[in-house]
């Protein structure tokens, strides 16, 4: 039989396309900016076991519509703008510094520390806080921990706003963190950040450098320990935004704050982020299925790639999915910035956004 005369083969059987994803450009005209700063009205410090005190603050307004805010890292902690992505006059804002991180005691903690453990400190908080059900904001590991929360305890949750996408899978974590030949990627798009990085481990141990970066970290040499912090703190500073931002990259030289970051980090990391499986955040979307959701994603982003975005878009095709075409990982990429904005107003009931 030619080969022109052979019967096609079958189509191959393809899962159903989700919704065609929103885009957008940090180039659009009528982009929307923070909310101008704000001072919390209160403040808490809520001790969640015998090692670990958290500190909480509110903002806004005390009679205002109820939104945690879940911060990146792990270990990253809470900053001042994370306030300004809510209308202070509709919101009632709850932030808290995660177990070891920011302002929270004591610093760069990893016993009892473990996402298991976050997601019940986020009940807490809202135990704390007096609130019934609230609206849910988290992005890069603030993500993962809202998904995390909400899939444990979706009865708590009105919405989920979502950025940057990490859904904590060994191959996520070897395309950043790992070299080219152990499965990386973003150094091959960010070679000359990756150097210093790579380069502190031996060449004996750079087939897995969580793990060595890991072992730095929870040793005993203090001088070792700061400089395995500052250079892992360095190479995600330096990646998270589509243009490098020298001034969070100079954050990586602040010791208390890259300790922090990097230990519970590594921590995290090293142990797979404690779920029972790769997929579990991807296998059990049914739970939250019907929460009214937003997901934002740079296109460009390297620290949380594209990818993990897509996957839950592809399993949860009843959120709403906006690319965004030329930005990277940074919830301060303009375009990104804009979309959360637009997506808090959505949520809390403000103008038309």
Known sequence: MSASSAPAPAPSAAAPHPPHPQTGFSSDPNLRLLYPPIEPYKTHSLKVDGVHTLYVEEC????????????????????????????????????????????????????????????????????????????????????????????????????????????????ELAWFYQNPSHGGGAAWIYPDAFEPYEYFIPEAERGDLVKAYYDRLVGDREEVKKEAARRWAAWECGTSRLAVDEGLVAKAENPAWAMAFARIEAHYFRHAGFFPTDSWILDNVDKIRHIPAVIVQGRYDVVCPAKSAWDLHRAWPEAEFCWLQDCGHSAKEPGIRDRLVRATDRFGGVGTA
């Open 60 to 171: 806004g307004n005390q009679h205002g519509v109820p939104v945690v805010f879940l911060h990146g890292g792990p270990g990253g902690g809470c900053g001042v703008d994370d306030r300004r992505f809510f209308n202070p006059s509709a919101y009632r804002v709850i932030l808290f510094d995660q177990r070891g991180a920011g302002r929270s005691t004591p610093p760069a903690e990893l016993k009892d520390n473990d996402t298991w453990k976050l997601v019940e400190d986020v009940e807490r908080v809202r135990a704390l806080v007096g609130v019934e059900r609230w609206h849910v904001f988290g992005g890069s590991w603030g993500s993962t921990l809202a998904l995390s929360y909400a899939i444990t305890y979706p009865t708590r949750v009105v919405s989920l706003t979502l950025r940057g996408i990490f859904l904590l899978r060994p191959a």
